[in-house]
């Protein structure tokens, strides 16, 4: 019973060992691995499915017309609130 009361607060028993960060690769090690790293980067890139030109457009022309309506949105909510604001403040 004791030893249960010992174990419960302990203070960090039982926890899980941390194991030290591995040493990290020297500058030249990295200029050896680049070309691998690069033949990588574009095997990966050749998987990607890119966007076509008319996608691009569209989505782009989207991200305008929404920029322009939060553009507006907000300029409604500050021009009421200071409208409101100011009304309180002449009382």
Avoid: C, H
């Amino acid at each position: 019973m004791a030893d249960d009361k010992k174990n419960v607060s302990g203070g960090g028993a039982g926890g899980k060992a941390v194991e030290p960060a591995p040493p990290r690769a020297g500058f030249f090690s990295w200029i050896t691995k680049a070309p691998e790293f690069f033949a990588q980067v574009r095997q990966e890139g050749a998987k990607v499915t890119w966007p076509t030109l008319a996608e691009t457009r569209v989505t782009t022309i989207a991200v305008f017309i929404m920029i322009v309506m939060s553009i507006v949105f907000f300029a409604l909510v500050d021009f009421g609130l200071s409208t409101i604001v100011k009304y309180v403040l002449s009382l």
